[in-house]
């Protein structure tokens, strides 16, 4: 005979709720009625921009390599190897800390196609690895660089202890691995998490890589590899953006966490991200090369640590301004999402304009 207990339902009921905020514990599933179009645009936004590594041509870049100097050659070889890592890094806090714990279907829309998008990423560093380190031995050093490169290692650990932090590892700083975010201090682990890779990595060392990218090619060298970075650029702005709005969404929902105390720490982890790039830089510039350098590249990384800070809403710390005019001109219409600006290059099938207006 069939049970006549109702006690089950109020909880079935609760169960499908919609979460009152975005951080707070669940696995909403409906996207009807949706809580957060803007997220649902961004991964609309985020389709439009397919493009595969088939079309990225290499061929040219083969002559080219055989005509850099040692110093070129180490350059480019130290920053394969940081590629070879970078972007299998985000995709893991992706998987495990995202995707886990931003309670919107829409997002999760979102960070589905940023997932696929560092899996395109990966496949175009492979066969950048394949293609410039014909040795063996030498790209089996590549793939290990977070193991025996010095400056990739330590920037690899600034990003593990990021993620250890949610994650309850052994010797990360914080609580117990976090399954919900229950309280604030929950909360804020998880927002210094994102700001993390969004900031400092996504939106520092990559950056910081990219310029490196750009001063080859405004030699007039390495086009395929400019080529192939271009999308990648405007893949990692959107990354970007995307996080800084969950972070604004929660600013809105939840003011109190933006306080003086995240603001300090959030300071302190750009300054750390900083120092960690600036010892990348030592190590492929050397003494310098004409046109880049250790000092010119701090400059640049405080320039854009300045952006990252103010786009959060706090303090610039720095006051630098960027040296690297070739950041500016070279290829405008690829590169004016730099800063968070909007670009619609390599889009599929859809028509859009530029504009020049925002300042740098």
């Known amino acids: 005979m069939p049970s006549t207990d109702t006690t089950a339902a109020p909880a079935a009921t609760t169960a499908h709720a919609p979460a009152r905020n975005l951080l707070d514990p669940g696995f909403e599933l409906t996207l009807r009625p949706m809580r957060y179009p803007h997220f649902y645009e961004r991964y609309r936004d985020a389709i439009k921009n397919t493009w595969t590594v088939e079309e990225v041509d290499l061929h040219s870049d083969v002559s080219d390599l055989a005509k850099l100097s040692a110093g070129e050659q180490h350059m480019i070889s130290r920053l ?136 080859f090619r405004s030699r007039g060298l390495l086009h395929g590899l400019a080529t192939g970075t271009n999308w990648v650029f405007r893949d990692e702005s959107m990354h970007m953006a995307f996080a800084f709005d969950v972070v604004d969404t929660v600013r809105a929902e939840e003011p109190e966490l933006f306080d003086d105390a995240l603001e300090q ?41 300045d952006q990252r800070l103010l786009r959060l809403g706090f303090p610039a710390r720095y006051g630098s301004s960027n040296p690297f005019s070739f950041m500016e001109l070279q290829n405008v219409q690829e590169l004016t999402n730099f800063f968070e600006r909007r670009p619609s290059a390599y889009q599929v099938a859809v028509e859009g304009s530029v504009s020049f207006d925002d300042d740098f």
């Not at 900083?274 to 320039?303: I, K, W």
Request: proline share 2%; hydrophobic share 45%; aromatic share 12%.
């Open 265 to 305: 720490e959030v300071t302190s982890m750009l300054e750390e991200a900083v120092e960690a790039e600036l010892q990348f830089a030592r190590d492929l510039c050397g003494e310098g090369l004409p046109g880049m350098n250790t000092e010119s590249m701090r400059a640049y990384l405080e320039a854009v640590a």
């Open 80 to 215: 394969v190897a940081f590629f070879a890592t970078g972007d299998s890094i985000v995709a893991n806090n992706l998987v495990l800390t995202l995707y886990k714990h931003i309670n919107s279907p829409e997002a999760r829309l979102y960070l589905s196609r940023q997932l696929f998008e560092e899996a395109v990423h990966v496949q175009f560093y492979l066969t950048l690895l394949d293609t410039y380190l014909p040795d063996h031995d030498e790209r089996v050093e590549a793939f290990a660089a977070v193991e025996n490169i010095p400056s990739i290692r330590e920037k690899a650990q600034f990003c593990f202890r990021w993620m250890a932090a949610l994650e309850g590892a052994d010797g990360a700083e914080g609580a117990e691995r976090i399954d919900q975010l229950e309280s604030a201090s929950d909360r804020r682990r998880f927002l210094l998490n994102l700001i993390c890779f969004a900031a400092c990595i996504e939106g520092l060392f990559f950056y910081g890589a990219f310029a490196y990218v750009y001063w």
